[in-house]
T-cell receptor, first 113, second 115 residues
Framework: DQQVKQNSPSLSVQEGRISILNCDYT??????FLWYKKYPAEGPTFLIS?????DKNEDGRFTVFLNKSAKHLSLHIVPSQPGDSAVYFC????????????FGGGTRVLVKP | EAGVTQFPSHSVIEKGQTVTLRCDPI?????LYWYRRVMGKEIKFLLH????????ESGMPNNRFLAERTGGTYSTLKVQPAELEDSGVYFC?????????????FGPGTRLTVL
């Protein structure tokens, strides 16, 4: 049973436009949500996170939105750049469960110049 | 500061053989996690060490997998005997503190292929 889902396996966007990545979760115990970025042959790299007590967190071009009632979060990248082309993983954790990360399946983003 | 390192980067073995993966966390990080990504699917948790103690091994698939972290420094993950379904990329991550806010830093992974 997959507790974190990313329903879009891929996304293609023009350079300069907005990229929107979506993630849904089912476990109400999750209290912290993260986005990781992964390039080929590398490990995931932390991008941005949000606590369950917030509904928005912004860091430069990256903004994460959390809708707890809908159990949904999204990552906005504005403006998108070619270097943003990578696989993005949504992840969730629960302090009660030792902070192990539960990942979604990933969304491959391609930013076209 | 050196990041998380993993060895080997690739391993190709035959079914029934034994393989040992190694992870060196960032110095001073008490928390060490093992994850696995199989067939391009989601990355799945295997186990969590706090120093040398296994805090959570709920994600270990079966008793063919044995993880150790002697002395609370580097960790090894042994698969014995390996099966075809064990193929995938094994990631190690480490973090300093125990809070959700303590970022987990990932290594580059070990790609294991079982033939």
């Amino acid at each position: 049973d997959q507790q974190v889902k990313q329903n879009s396996p891929s996304l293609s966007v023009q350079e300069g436009r907005i990229s929107i990545l979506n993630c849904d979760y089912t476990n109400s115990m999750f209290d912290y949500f993260l986005w990781y970025k992964k390039y080929p042959a590398e490990g995931p790299t932390f991008l941005i996170s949000i606590s369950s007590i917030k509904d928005k967190n912004e860091d430069g071009r990256f903004t994460v939105f959390l809708n707890k009632s809908a159990k949904h979060l999204s990552l906005h990248i504005v403006p998108s750049q070619p270097g943003d082309s990578a696989v993005y993983f949504c992840a969730a954790s629960s302090g009660a469960a030792g902070n192990k990360l539960t990942f979604g399946g990933g969304t491959r983003v391609l930013v076209k110049p | 500061e050196a990041g998380v390192t993993q060895f080997p980067s690739h391993s190709v073995i035959e079914k029934g053989q034994t393989v040992t993966l190694r992870c060196d966390p960032i110095s001073g990080h008490d928390n060490l996690y093992w994850y696995r990504r199989v067939m391009g699917k989601e990355i799945k948790f295997l186990l969590h060490f706090v120093k040398e103690s296994k805090q959570d091994e709920s994600g270990m698939p079966n008793n063919r997998f044995l993880a150790e972290r002697t002395g609370g420094t580097y960790s090894t993950l042994k698969v014995q005997p390996a099966e075809l379904e064990d193929s995938g990329v094994y990631f190690c991550a480490s973090s300093h503190g125990y809070s959700s806010y303590n970022e987990q830093f990932f290594g580059p992974g070990t790609r294991l292929t079982v033939l």
